[in-house]
């Protein structure tokens, strides 16, 4: 079974560009997600997704960050403008769903840096 | 008070060793906990499930105490691979399946 795939794996931008991630999760799992996790802290979630429908967005800074999955599969989180303090790996994470015991599977990450 | 709190790290033992985490949820109506494992600079990955009774995988064993809102995780027999950070993971799961996770406890086994 393929994992969940992430692009890019770095990127390296200055503060008020503006940059996407890219998120492939594992065939048929409708829930996905999208976490941060800066430098020694846990994953915080950015906003979770059940097929094409958000479920949870509360902790997204909606004014510079947003997230799409438009056809319920693939997903893109976007900043814009971006700031230092979004120097975070950006971990997106998909699950089969209806199920509290299934496994939440993560892509690698992608480690953004604004500098 | 956090949703989810871990004991502060990092934890330094020898090899050999039994080593403890506690883990603290606030929220009375979370129905699974997880414990994830974290190695440097690579996502997390499930390590175990934590079930209401308790449950064993070799080494690991896994606790939950429903009343006092706490779980543990105990490594007996510590391996230097064990080295990583650990973290709690709380799931509401009849809302929203709402996975939140704690800050982790960095483990290091001392050789």
């Known amino acids: 079974e393929a994992g969940v795939a992430q692009s890019p794996r770095y990127k390296i931008i200055e503060k008020r560009q503006s940059v996407a991630f890219w998120c492939n999760p594992i065939s048929g799992h409708a829930t996905l997600y999208w976490y941060q996790q800066i430098l020694g802290q846990g994953p915080k979630l950015l906003i979770q997704f059940q097929n094409n429908g958000v479920v949870d967005d509360s902790q997204l800074p909606k004014d510079r960050f947003s997230a799409e999955r438009l056809k319920g599969v693939d997903s893109t989180l976007k900043i814009q403008p971006a700031k230092l303090e979004d120097s975070a790996v950006y971990l997106c994470?998909?699950?089969?769903?209806?199920?509290?015991?299934?496994?939440?599977?993560f892509g690698a990450g992608s480690r953004l840096t604004v500098l | 008070r956090k949703e989810v709190e871990q004991d502060p790290g990092p934890f330094n033992v020898p090899e050999g060793a039994t080593v403890a985490f506690n883990c603290t949820y606030s929220n009375s109506a979370s129905q699974s906990f997880f414990w994830y494992r974290q190695d440097c600079r690579k996502e997390p990955k499930l390590l175990m499930s934590v079930y209401s009774s308790g449950n064993e995988d070799g080494r690991f064993t896994a606790q939950l105490n429903r009343a006092s809102q706490y779980i543990s995780l105990l490594i007996r027999d510590s391996k230097l691979s064990d080295s990583a950070t650990y973290l709690c993971?709380?799931?509401?799961?009849?809302?929203?399946?709402?996975?939140?996770f704690g800050t982790g406890t960095r483990l290091t086994i001392i050789p």
């Open positions: 993971v709380v799931d509401d799961y009849f809302g929203n399946e709402k996975l939140t």
């Open positions: 994470a998909s699950r089969a769903g209806g199920d509290g015991a299934n496994v939440l599977t």
